[in-house]
């Protein structure tokens, strides 16, 4: 069961990441208050007008969830993804819950049903079910897609302007910038350690939130360094030959697998995995500056290789590095085209967390 979770969780960060990013509207970081009607473009191109600020609030995936219950709006909030990927968010369990979880597609009777002002919809939502919602008269704001950490500033800015929260937004970003700032002045100055995050044979390189995470907390992604893009399998000679110093696991997932390859590291041999919470891992919200801080602490503490030693990870393997998942920049809602959908659905990778 766990590794079919964390299956899923590597299918909604591949969407995530391998997506074309959708700009967002410009944030203005002065802003304290809010004013209404409010007109922003979401992500499907709509101008979407809220007329007064939102009393009945339905968010559709985990991130949104977070941000909404970060901007202390959740008592605002009537329907909400109910899962064991939202429950550390209190008192989510008393909202009503959206989504079809054998599947985790949204329940789009059980949206309209609820009759809310707006319904915040993280990118992984497909237009398709956006616009059904839209027909049944649902004010529905689509975000875009993004892998950086300025993105989620910029989500939880634009987040409490559409619901009513500006200052507490501001308030927000201001202490994620904060802790961001200092998990990177705890490392600074120092040699950046050999990461490599792992999850059921899958590795995120460039152009993800993880390798964002790993960087911000003074850390070198070995899989971005060594040419993988987005999300790919990990085998066990490209183990062996970037040989972290530090392994990056979620706390939900299967951890390290017991193999030579991995027990060779030199992140095994000196008990240098780190394990963060799944969900702020994962979850482009706010909470993604607790596991940067964690993930600093345990790279200030590691234990790091001779540099000599550290030198043979520049070589470059051309023969046994992970495989790319397929990519498809087309589309805003994940893969872009159907085949790549589909041929995810077929292996059970349902998304679980955005």
Request: aromatic share 6%; glycine share 8%; proline share 5%.
């Amino acid at each position: 069961m766990r590794s079919q979770t964390s299956l899923l969780l590597v299918s909604i960060l591949v969407v995530a990441s391998i997506a074309a990013t959708v700009p967002m509207a410009a944030a203005d970081t002065h802003a304290s208050a809010c004013s209404f009607p409010v007109s922003e473009t979401d992500a499907t191109g709509e101008t979407v007008t809220v007329e007064e600020r939102p009393e009945r609030i339905v968010v559709l995936q985990p991130s949104a969830a977070q941000t909404v219950w970060e901007l202390d709006a959740q008592g605002r909030v009537v329907g909400a993804p109910v899962a064991p990927y939202t429950d550390y968010l209190q008192g989510i369990d008393e909202k009503q819950n959206v989504l079809n979880l054998d599947e985790f597609s949204v329940n789009r009777e059980a949206v309209v049903e609820l009759d809310a002002d707006i319904v915040l919809a993280p990118n992984i939502v497909p237009n398709e079910t956006v616009e059904q919602l839209r027909g049944a008269n649902q004010t529905v704001f689509k975000f875009g897609v993004g892998t950086s950490l300025e993105f989620i500033a910029d989500k939880t800015e634009l987040t409490g302007r559409l619901i009513g929260s500006c200052e507490e937004a501001a308030n927000v970003n201001e202490a994620y910038w904060d802790r961001i700032e200092s998990a990177r002045a705890a490392t600074e100055g120092g040699d950046a350690p050999r990461v490599l995050h792992y999850t059921d044979n899958f590795t995120a390189g460039s152009g993800t939130f993880i390798d964002e995470i790993i960087a911000a907390a003074g850390g070198e992604n070995v899989a971005a360094k060594n040419g993988i893009e987005g999300y790919g399998r990990v085998n066990d000679e490209a183990v062996v030959r970037w040989n972290p110093e530090v392994i990056l696991v979620a706390d939900d997932g299967p951890g390290v697998p017991e193999t030579a390859a991995f027990e060779s590291t030199f992140a095994v041999r000196n008990e240098q995995v780190v394990v963060v919470d799944g969900n702020y891992l994962s979850q482009p919200g706010p909470r993604i500056a607790i596991a940067i801080e964690e993930l600093a602490t345990a790279l200030s503490d590691a234990t790091l290789e001779s540099d000599d030693a550290a030198e043979t990870d520049a070589i470059d393997d051309r023969t046994s590095t992970p495989t790319p998942m397929a990519s498809a920049p087309e589309d805003q809602t994940g893969f872009g085209i159907l085949s790549a959908l589909v041929a995810l659905t077929a292996l059970g990778l349902f998304a679980r967390r955005r």
